[in-house]
C-alpha cells in the first residue's frame, strides 16, 4: 500500500471533523462526538485519541528486529516495521518542504491501530481556535477545554515535537487531548513558526510570548492563572524549558511545573547515544543534525543556553519530569539536564523506558510503555497542580 493509498484508508472525513495524525499521547481512533471549531487548517489530518485504561493487543513484528533496536520490544518494532513500510525517502535528502509532506511515526501508529482495531473512548474536550499577535507576526493556538463543567481549570501550555522544522499542532492534536482529558486541565497547543522559514530564535520568542499570553488570558479561557504549567515533546521539550528560563530571567510567573519528553538539550554530537544512533528510526543523528542546520543561523546558536540546556543555568526553574527512550540521539543529554537540574536543586522526576524508541510517548494504544509514561506524567501535572 503506497502513502497516498494508506492516507484514504485511513481517513474518517465523513464522520470527523478534523484529522490528526494519532498517537502523540494518549491513544488513537476515529472519535464522532469532538466538538472541535478551531479555524486552523485541518487538511490531511484526522482526529485519534487515547485513553490509559485501553488494553494493548498483543502485537509481534514480522521481521526480526533491526540491529539498532534488538530490544525494541514487541509493539514498538511492529510501529517501525510499519513505519518502514512506507518507503518513504530520507528526510536528510528533502527540503524542509518536502519532508513536511512525509509519513511520520503518528501515521504509522495509526496505520497499527487501524490494522488491529482497537477502540478507544471518545474525547470529552471543547476545542477552539485563536490566533494571537507576536513580535513581527502572529502564530495559532488551539485551545482544549475538558466539558467536565468546571468554572476554572489548570493550564498545560504544549509545545509539540519535529525539530522546528517538520509536522505541527495537527499531527500532535492526539497529544494535547491526551494530556487535558487526563490530567482534567485546558491545554493550550502552539503553532509556533517554523524553520528555516524561521530561524532561531523565532521558535524559541513566539513559544515565550505564547506562555506570557497564557499568564495575562488565563482567565478568560476558564483557565486557573496561577496554576499554569509547560510540556513539550522533542523540540517542545527544548522550547517548554527554554520558556522557563526566559520566565525566570525575565521576572514573569515561574511555571507550576514542566514536563519535557526527550527533549532537545544539547548541541553535542559525541555523546553515547549520538554515537548509538546513526541508524536509529525514527530519529537518528543524521536528521537532528538537519534539524540544527535548518533551524540555526549558525553554530554559535547551538552553544546557546536556549539550545544548549545543559550548559544553562538551571537555578529557581520549576519542579520538572523528563521521559527518556532507549533508542534515541537524544538519551544521553536528556539524562544529563536531569542530572544537572538535580544539581541545581530543582525537584526532578527521570524516567528511562527502555525497549523504546523517540515518538513512543504518544503511542499508548499500542505501546504499553507509552501508558506507563503518560500515567506518570500525568500523576506528576496533576500533583502539581493540588498544591
Not at 497499527?112 to 502564530?139: F, M, Q, W, Y
Not at 527544548?238 to 532537545?264: C, E, F, H, T, W
Request: hydrophobic share 40%.
Amino acid at each position: 500500500m503506497n502513502y497516498a493509498k494508506l492516507k484514504k484508508y485511513l481517513a474518517c472525513k465523513n464522520s470527523l471533523p478534523i484529522l490528526t495524525a494519532a498517537c502523540l499521547l494518549l491513544f488513537a481512533s476515529c472519535n464522532n462526538s469532538k466538538t472541535i471549531t478551531d479555524s486552523s487548517s485541518m487538511e490531511n489530518s484526522e482526529t485519534l485519541m487515547a485513553d490509559s485504561s485501553n488494553t494493548t493487543v498483543n502485537l509481534k513484528p514480522a521481521d526480526p528486529k533491526p540491529s539498532w533496536g534488538k530490544d525494541m520490544t514487541d509493539p514498538m518494532a511492529v510501529v517501525i516495521e510499519k513505519l518502514v513500510s512506507f518507503k518513504a525517502p530520507p528526510l536528510i535528502s528533502l527540503s524542509a518542504q518536502e519532508a513536511r509532506k512525509q509519513p511520520t511515526p503518528a501515521d504509522a501508529a495509526m496505520a497499527v491501530i487501524k490494522e488491529h482495531k482497537i477502540s478507544v473512548p471518545a474525547s470529552n474536550l471543547d476545542t477552539v481556535g485563536r490566533d494571537i499577535a507576536v513580535p513581527g507576526g502572529k502564530i495559532h493556538l488551539r485551545i482544549y477545554t475538558p466539558k467536565t463543567g468546571k468554572d476554572s481549570y489548570p493550564v498545560i501550555v504544549y509545545y509539540h515535537g519535529g525539530g522546528w522544522v517538520i509536522t505541527g499542532i495537527d499531527t500532535y492534536n492526539a497529544s494535547a487531548e491526551g494530556l487535558a482529558n487526563q490530567v482534567e486541565a485546558i491545554v493550550v497547543s502552539v503553532a509556533y513558526r517554523q524553520a528555516p522559514e524561521h530561524k532561531y530564535p523565532t521558535a524559541h520568542d513566539d513559544s515565550y510570548a505564547a506562555y506570557k499570553w497564557v499568564v495575562e488570558n488565563a482567565t478568560s479561557i476558564k483557565g486557573n492563572p496561577k496554576k499554569i504549567a509547560v510540556v513539550g515533546e522533542s523540540a517542545g521539550g527544548n522550547l517548554a524549558a527554554a520558556v522557563s528560563i526566559m520566565a525566570r530571567d525575565k521576572g514573569i510567573q515561574l511555571p507550576s511545573y514542566q514536563v519535557l519528553v526527550y527533549p532537545i538539550a544539547g548541541y553535542d554530537f559525541t555523546t553515547s547515544s549520538y554515537k548509538e544512533s546513526e541508524n536509529t528510526k525514527p530519529l537518528n543523528s543524521a536528521l537532528m543534525k538537519w534539524f540544527f542546520d535548518k533551524y540555526l543561523k549558525n553554530t554559535a546558536d547551538g552553544k546557546s543556553p536556549m539550545i544548549s540546556l545543559v550548559d544553562a543555568n538551571l537555578k529557581g526553574l520549576p519542579a520538572t519530569t523528563i521521559i527518556g527512550a532507549e533508542y534515541d540521539p537524544l538519551r544521553s543529554e536528556g539524562k544529563l539536564l536531569a542530572d544537572n537540574l538535580k544539581k541545581a536543586g530543582v525537584a526532578t522526576n527521570y524516567k528511562l523506558y527502555n525497549g523504546t524508541t523517540h515518538e513512543f510517548f504518544g503511542m499508548a494504544a499500542v505501546v504499553e510503555q507509552a501508558k506507563e509514561a503518560q500515567a506518570l506524567v500525568a500523576n506528576d501535572l496533576k500533583s502539581a497542580f493540588n498544591k
